[in-house]
């Protein structure tokens, strides 16, 4: 762990207890993790462990129950609702197992939405997106709806929205699950060209093969968490 | 995000919508024309109803039997001219009414008849197209004349009318030479209007048709101001003349009171129809928050990416609301258009309607209420969505 950089993650102490009608279920149990400016950590654990909850807490899009958490030096547990959104719009870069492109829009105009919403004005927009884009290949896809490309080309311009506003963090959920294994290598090389060029970068999966890509790698087993498998 | 912005995504989701939106967007159409068409109907009744009684003076005071059918004490010529002496009253002159079969040639008619003085004409502004009017010789003579309506000229000769001129009408089995015949009028407010009546000297109207049977109604012109003046004088005068009952059998009836009830029937008229069109937008109102509960539903998914991705609470509240907005408006539109093209439509069918631009906005206002009424709850419950709840819903 490099020490001596920024502190993009700092959680401590997080609880996640959902209460259902018969019981309380303590999903996330005393969670604490630090991840610092240009990481590469992989959260590794098998379905049911917490770890897709770790990454909605740490994703600022549900709160702990319990706990302290520090993104990027704010403090989460005292934001309000816009706040959060802001948050998520300018700290974190989301990288969805299926995408989650808006149909209707084109690749071009979903690469855009972040900036829109960070009120960034249209033509500055389209020509940041442009550039994310073709960055990452798709230069010719740029009018191209989510259904007229391949999971490959979808999961790049889900990429490609995730950095448009150069957020200090992205979360990536299960990249690479719904991939094929040539698509699949393709973005975990993105991925690790990002990490190269500063981004700092958390991969939530499954898969030992993916986390081993990673510089670092956390075990989350029954919702506690572990350096060792 | 920007309101540009945002308005741009929502068209771009409605654009992909084409049949959504269309079917949503039917119940404002129908709604907002009906609401364009009935101001413009109750505009156009309106104005019919000021032009019938444009030739009604509203100074005109009607005095009349209170009791159908035979009266005891029925009003005379000489009430006529003891109002007339009053200083409030301009003149007063007696009406006989009756009906009776009349006949020219092959063609008959049941129509009603007024025995009149020459005074008549100018009092409601009747006019003249052919031949003359009845004048103070033919009421001194008893002159067997009669002076006939438009209408009812046009019917006894098969819309020929100027043939009937100067010949002889058969009325009630009497004669009477056709000395006139007036321009068409439009109805007063009388219950079978000018055109279609014959009038005729009312001694002639007492002594050949009606004898005994004379039951006069006076009519009494007033100006406008001294109308309840003139009715005090004329209560007065009749309860002096009329020992037996008095004032109290008979009815006295200004016709500026009967202008204001006809307008105030248009008006309710208005008012009905237009509760109608509100139900109309009401239930299509319905069927845009169904629409967009739906929609909202569809877009659970869509709604939490947005939050993941950084839109607040007030951004999605807001493209939600815009759609509704904007599909109500759009059919708001259609609807006033579809309501203008009605127009000449209804005037096939003899309803008059005069569109306005009051009409236009009123329509438009009540469609876009519609939609932010309606198209409000289900962009709240999108807007207030768990992120998280939201991106799990599948």
């Known amino acids: 762990m490099n020490n001596n950089g920024r502190c993009i993650i700092d959680a401590r102490n997080i609880v996640k207890i959902y209460q259902t009608p018969y019981e309380e279920l303590k999903v996330l149990d005393d969670i604490s993790i630090k991840v610092m400016e240009n990481d590469f950590t992989a959260i590794l654990g098998p379905s049911g462990s917490g770890k897709s909850t770790l990454m909605n807490v740490l994703g600022c899009l549900d709160l702990p129950t319990m706990g302290e958490y520090f993104l990027d030096g704010v403090d989460i547990l005292k934001a309000k609702d816009d706040q959060l959104a802001d948050i998520r719009n300018n700290k974190i870069g ?87 294994s040539k698509s699949s290598k393709d973005a975990i090389e993105i991925l690790k060209e990002l990490n190269k060029e500063g981004n700092t970068i958390i991969v939530i999966t499954h898969d030992n093969e993916v986390a081993e890509q990673t510089k670092k790698v956390v075990f989350i087993r029954d919702g506690r968490l572990s350096q060792e498998g | ?96 009414n009756g009906s009776g079969s009349m006949k020219y040639g092959n063609y008959s008619s049941n129509a009603s008849y007024y025995g009149i003085l020459p005074a008549y004409l100018e009092a409601n502004n009747l006019t003249i197209n052919q031949g003359r009017f009845l004048d103070d010789t033919d009421e001194s003579k008893r002159e067997r004349v009669a002076v006939i309506g438009a209408g009812l000229a046009e019917l006894l000769t098969d819309g020929n009318p100027t043939e009937i001129l100067d010949k002889t009408l058969d009325l009630n089995r009497r004669k009477f030479v056709v000395v006139g015949i007036l321009n068409r009028m439009g109805d007063s407010g ?20 009606l004898g005994t049977r ?34 109290e059998q008979f009815r006295i009836l200004d016709a500026g009171s009967r ?14 129809l237009l509760s109608v069109a509100v139900v109309v937008l009401i ?112």
């Open chain 2, 214 to 247: 004379a039951n006069p109604t006076i009519n009494a012109i007033a100006e406008v101001n001294t109308v309840q003046a003139a009715i005090q004088d004329i209560t007065t005068i009749l309860n002096a003349n009329h020992l037996r009952g008095g004032s």
């Open chain 2, 1 to 96: 995000m920007k309101l540009k912005q945002l308005l741009k995504i929502v068209l771009i989701n409605i654009y992909h919508n084409k049949m959504r939106t269309f079917l949503t967007t039917l119940g404002v159409i129908v709604g907002t024309a009906t609401i364009f068409l009935v101001v413009a109907i109750g505009r156009g009744g309106e104005a019919q109803v000021n032009e019938q009684y444009s030739r009604l003076n509203v100074g005109t005071i009607m005095v009349m039997p209170a009791q159908r059918g035979r009266v005891l004490d029925p009003l005379t010529k000489e009430d006529a001219e003891l109002f007339q002496a009053s200083q409030n009253i301009k003149m007063a002159f007696p009406i006989l």
């Open chain 1, 94 to 180: 989301f990288v969805f197992q299926k995408f989650n492109l808006l149909p209707r829009l084109s690749a071009l105009q979903n690469v855009m939405l972040p900036l829109l919403y960070r009120g960034v004005e249209e033509d500055e927009a389209r020509e940041i997106a442009k550039e994310k884009l073709s960055l990452l290949g798709l230069g010719d896809r740029l009018t191209h709806r989510p259904n007229e490309l391949s999971g490959g080309q979808q999961q790049r311009v889900s990429i490609a929205r995730a950095i448009v506003g150069n957020p200090p963090l992205l979360l990536a959920d299960e990249p690479t699950g719904n991939l094929d």
């Open chain 2, 283 to 394: 239930v299509s109102g319905i069927g845009i928050m169904n629409v967009m509960f739906v929609t909202v539903k569809e877009r659970t998914k869509e709604i939490g990416t947005l939050k993941a991705i950084g839109a607040k609470k007030r951004e999605i509240l807001g493209q939600f609301l815009i759609e509704a907005v904007v599909i109500s408006l759009a059919g708001g539109i259609l609807g006033v258009m579809i309501g203008g093209g009605m127009v000449p439509l209804l005037k096939y069918f003899e309803i008059l309607a005069i569109p306005s631009l009051s009409g236009v906005l009123i329509g438009l206002l009540f469609s876009v209420t519609t939609g932010v009424f309606f198209g409000f709850y289900p962009a709240w419950q999108a807007a207030d969505l768990n992120p998280i709840d939201a991106l799990r819903y599948e």
């Open chain 2, 190 to 209: 009388s219950p079978q209007g000018f055109d279609d009546t014959a009038f005729i000297p009312y001694s002639a109207a007492e002594r050949y048709l």
């Open chain 2, 259 to 272: 202008l204001v009830a006809a307008q105030e029937t248009a008006r309710t008229m208005s008012l009905l």
